[in-house]
């Protein structure tokens, strides 16, 4: 049976009303309001300090997953957050410029209508922005599993060498005898794990007593010896704000630094045609005897067992009264 011509009238009707408001000032008007919303919103979400109970803890999980944002440093990603910022204005700026006549008029003309639409446009991005916080699941995090300490000792003799730090100075590890000595590998080209590896330590590093990072050395060989000269490791340093004496950057001819990382264990391979190097990710704890006493890896299980473990080997050895002075000791 054929469409009687009302309810074609109808449906003609429909979509010209339809038309009109997609290309009238309304849309174009509500559409930009949103976008300056959104750019209200995310740049106050960088306001908001991860300590401000509830709110900080969703605004911490909303700044990581768009800026890019390590809670363990405060720091961001390059690049993230003009990026996310200046979306929205650019968005808003295109409607406008596509919309600008049909905008000019409703200024002369309907301004109470605009800025009500406006208004409206406004609210449902204050509404998207408070709903992400009041209903986004909350993430449940299970408490660590505590570090078991003698349980997961060992002995074992790491392999001994003889390489140059970033300053070009001769550095064997038996001239580290008797500190604690975070062995680890990382490559100054690497834009993945490398990094989180540097912020894992650094954070490990500002959880201990003070007293204690005196004791401690981390030793980083180069998983890409024919690139990374001295000169490399100390821009690396610079970069990631890496600080001396706490931090040596080594590396050597390639044939000794692959040695080195074979006995540590640590795969890598190359990726073809470039510059990456997929690699696995370690942290030898060395005590005060020369002996790996732990293994860890960049994981979270392992992420909660790192501090405890340099601050357990850092004490070993410390007599009551030479604790008592490092903690006296001006900083």
């Known amino acids: ?40 919103f995310l740049g106050g979400a960088l306001l908001i300090p991860d300590s401000a109970g509830k709110i900080g803890a ?4 909303f700044k990581t997953w768009c800026f890019g944002y390590d809670p363990a440093t405060g720091e961001y990603r390059l690049g993230y957050i003009p990026v996310m910022l200046l979306n929205p204005l650019l968005l808003a700026g295109v409607v406008y410029l596509i919309w600008n006549d049909a905008l000019r ?27 992400l916080f009041v209903f986004a699941p909350k993430k449940t995090v299970p408490p660590p599993l505590p570090f078991p300490g003698e349980r997961i000792r060992s002995a074992i003799e790491p392999p001994q060498f003889s390489l140059i730090d970033q300053n070009g100075d001769t550095l064997r590890l038996e001239d580290l005898r008797g500190r604690v000595v975070l062995l680890t590998a990382i490559y100054t080209r690497c834009a993945t794990a490398c990094p989180m590896i540097m912020v894992e330590i650094r954070r490990a590093m500002a959880a201990l007593p003070a007293h204690l990072h005196d004791e401690i050395t981390v030793v980083a060989v180069t998983l890409d010896p024919e690139y990374d000269t001295p000169e490399h490791l100390r821009e690396a340093m610079k970069v990631h704000r890496l600080e001396e004496p706490l931090w040596r950057l080594v590396t050597g001819p390639p044939d000794q630094v692959n040695a080195v990382l074979d006995q540590l264990s640590i795969s890598r391979s190359r990726t073809p ?32 067992w790192l501090e405890s473990a340099l601050q357990a080997l850092a004490e070993e050895g410390l007599s009551d009264a030479d604790t008592l002075t490092l903690r006296a000791a001006p900083l």
């Open 1 to 40: 049976m054929p469409p009687s011509p009302h309810s074609t009238n109808d449906h003609r009707s429909r979509l010209t009303q339809l038309s009109e408001v997609i290309t009238g000032w309304r849309f174009a008007t509500f559409v930009i309001a949103l976008c300056l919303g959104s750019f209200v």
């Open 58 to 61: 969703i605004a911490t999980e």
């Open 273 to 304: 045609d470039s510059d990456t190097i997929g690699h696995s990710n370690l942290f030898a704890l060395i005590d005060r005897n020369g002996k790996i006493a732990y293994r860890l890896t960049l994981s979270e299980r392992h992420s909660a």
């Open 105 to 131: 008029e409703a200024i002369k003309d309907a301004r109470g209508p605009l800025i009500r639409t406006a208004g409206l446009g406004t609210l449902c991005a204050a509404l998207l922005g408070g709903g």
